[in-house]
C-alpha cells in the first residue's frame, strides 16, 4: 500500500524538503505545512522552500515563518513535492527534485506529469489536503490542532467553501474529524475570505471593467495587466478570487480570467459552471487542471490570445449545445 510505502519512507530517511508549486494557494500552503508538523512530530530535519512570495492571507497558518525562497545547492535525502503537476511550476525549487535520492510527488491533478520516484496521485480527491490525511490516518500520526488547522484550510480552499462539485461525503468526513481537533473553522473561513484591503479593492474595480462578454454571453473575460497593480496598490495574490465574479454571472458556462505576467506572455485562469470541462481547454495550451477549473500560459498579444481563447472555448460550447 503506496501509504504505508511513504510512512517508511518517513522513517527511513532524516533529511527532508517540501516544495509546491509558483503562484500558490490555499491547497498547496496547507498541504506544505500539515506535512511539515508531522515531520517534525517526527522528530525529522524539515526544510520548505516556495520560489514565489507567500501570500498575506495564509500567514495565519501555523509554520508559515519557516517557509523560505529557494536556496541553491541544497541537497535532501527525500523531496516531497505537493500539489504540482508539471515541474516546470515548482520554478528554481526543481532542481531539488533531480538532486533528491527520493521524490515523492503527492498530486489530485488528472494532468500530473508522475515524475516523483513515488507518485501518490488521487484525482478523486478534492485537494492534495485530503490526500495527506489519508497518508497520516495511515500510518497512525496524531494529528493535532496545527496540522489540523492546515489540512482544514487546504480542503476548504480547493472545495471553493465546499461548493465546488469536487466536495464529496468523505470530505465532509474528514472535515469533521478536522473540526473536533478544536480548530476555529469560522476563523479560518473569515482570515482567508473576509479580508480585503483598500488596494485590493480598488484593482478589483480596474479588472472589473475589463469585463467581455462572448458567445452569446455565455462566457465572461476578465483581464489585468501589471499597471493595474501599481496604480491600486495591489499584488498579484488579491486577484486570486476576482474569476468568480464572472462566473457568477447569470447565463455565464465558462468564466475568463487573462492575467498579463510579461510582454506577450499571459497566465490564464478558466472556471465553468456546468458542463464545459475547462482543463481540456487549458491542456490545449499546454496546460491542466480539473474538469472545474483549470489554468495554461499563452503566448502573443493580448487580442490575440483572448480570439485564440475564446475560438478553443466556442469548439467545447458547439459540442454541448
Excluded: W
Excluded at 501570500?55 to 541544497?74: D, H
Amino acid at each position: 500500500m503506496i501509504h504505508l510505502q511513504i510512512g517508511k519512507i518517513i522513517r527511513d530517511y532524516n533529511n527532508f524538503a517540501i516544495v509546491s508549486h509558483t503562484s500558490p494557494d490555499g491547497d498547496s500552503m496547507g498541504s506544505m505545512l500539515s506535512l511539515y508538523s508531522i515531520l517534525q512530530q517526527n522528530n525529522k530535519k524539515v526544510d520548505m522552500f516556495l520560489d514565489d512570495v507567500l501570500p498575506e492571507r495564509y500567514s495565519f497558518l501555523p509554520f508559515s515563518e519557516a517557509i523560505r525562497p529557494f536556496i541553491e545547492g541544497k541537497k535532501y535525502d527525500c523531496v516531497f513535492a505537493l500539489d504540482c503537476g508539471d515541474p516546470e511550476r515548482l520554478g528554481k525549487c526543481k532542481e531539488l527534485i533531480s538532486k533528491a535520492m527520493m521524490v515523492v510527488n503527492i498530486d489530485h491533478h488528472i494532468s500530473n506529469y508522475l515524475y516523483g520516484t513515488i507518485n501518490m496521485l488521487d484525482i478523486n480527491a478534492s485537494s492534495t489536503g485530503e490526500i495527506l490525511y489519508d497518508l497520516f490516518i495511515s500510518n497512525n500520526y496524531e494529528i493535532n490542532k496545527d496540522t489540523a488547522e492546515c489540512l482544514y484550510t487546504s480542503i476548504l480552499t480547493d472545495t471553493g467553501g465546499f461548493k465546488y462539485s469536487n466536495t464529496t461525503s468523505k470530505t465532509f468526513r474528514i472535515v469533521g474529524d478536522l473540526i473536533s481537533t478544536g480548530i476555529d473553522f469560522p476563523k479560518i473561513y473569515s482570515s482567508i475570505y473576509d479580508r480585503k484591503s483598500i488596494g485590493q479593492v480598488k484593482l478589483m474595480s480596474r479588472v472589473v471593467s475589463t469585463l467581455d462578454m462572448a458567445l452569446d454571453n455565455r462566457v465572461a473575460l476578465l483581464s489585468m495587466f501589471p499597471g493595474m497593480l501599481k496604480e491600486s496598490g495591489a499584488n498579484e495574490e488579491d486577484a486570486s478570487e476576482f474569476i468568480n465574479i464572472s462566473r457568477d454571472i447569470d447565463g455565464v458556462e465558462v468564466a475568463v480570467f487573462i492575467k498579463e505576467k510579461t510582454n506577450q506572455s499571459f497566465r490564464i485562469s478558466l472556471r465553468s459552471k456546468n458542463v464545459v470541462d475547462v482543463r481540456k481547454i487549458a491542456e490545449r495550451f499546454g496546460g491542466g487542471g480539473h474538469i472545474r477549473a483549470a489554468g495554461c500560459t499563452v503566448e502573443g498579444n493580448y487580442e490575440m490570445v483572448k480570439t485564440l481563447l475564446i475560438d478553443e472555448i466556442k469548439k467545447h460550447m458547439d459540442v454541448i449545445d
